[in-house]
């Protein structure tokens, strides 16, 4: 029989008699620090900035553009783009996602982000955020693209970060890896600062 085979190493009187060995002092600042941190983390979630981050688009540029529309495989990574930029920003600690789900019809409504002459300010405020985000994707061609993020002030519009990742190389599988690359050495550092 081993240790932990044996029930008599587990019976409730040892149990209760390892409890009454733990320091009391010990006990209670562990609770003192769990009833303080309670308050901090609703602090912190309160002090996050509120982003709302439009889906991820494209802007098919390649020769094919005009023939070729978007596909399924395009419309799931413009997702998975989507999905890794607000995972990112949530992850930072510094932002709120705001879900932008009920104001995609208006979106659409206006051709889409690339073409609704800056929507995403006023959709932004309207979802109560204080800043939009939107991404486009450029395909140059069926294996290369590149991605910009803007990301705006709701209320005065003003461009807080717009940056984008040069030529890359990949087809549509390799948009969310951009995503991230953009997010991580470009977005988010600048968020930061400001």
């Not at 932008?100 to 982000?113: E, K, N, W």
């Not at 309207?126 to 910009?148: F, H, K, P, W």
């Not at 948009?175 to 470009?186: F, Q, T, V």
Request: overall charge neutral; hydrophobic content about 40%.
């Amino acid at each position: 029989m081993t240790l932990f085979d044996d029930p008599r190493r587990h019976s409730t009187r040892s149990i209760e008699g390892a409890w009454r060995k733990v320091p009391r002092p010990l006990v209670r600042g562990v609770l003192v620090l769990a009833i303080l941190a309670a308050p901090q983390s609703k602090a912190a979630e309160q002090s996050q900035v509120k982003i709302a981050v439009f889906a991820f688009e494209l802007d098919d540029r390649s020769a094919g553009g005009g023939i070729i529309g978007q596909d399924a495989i395009d419309t799931e990574n413009l997702k998975l783009s989507t999905d890794e930029a607000r995972q990112m920003l949530s992850a930072s600690g510094q932002h709120a996602v705001v879900d932008t789900g009920s104001v995609a019809g208006d979106v659409t409504a206006a051709g889409g982000i690339l073409h609704c002459k800056g929507c995403d300010g006023p959709l932004a405020r309207e979802l109560g955020a204080d800043r939009s985000m939107i991404g486009i994707i450029a395909r140059v061609n069926r294996t290369e693209y590149s991605l910009q993020i803007i990301v705006k002030d709701a209320q005065s519009g003003a461009v807080l970060s717009n940056d984008f990742t040069g030529l890359r190389m990949g087809a549509n599988y390799a948009w969310p890896r951009g995503a991230n690359w953009l997010m991580e050495h470009k977005i988010l550092p600048v968020l930061r600062e400001g």
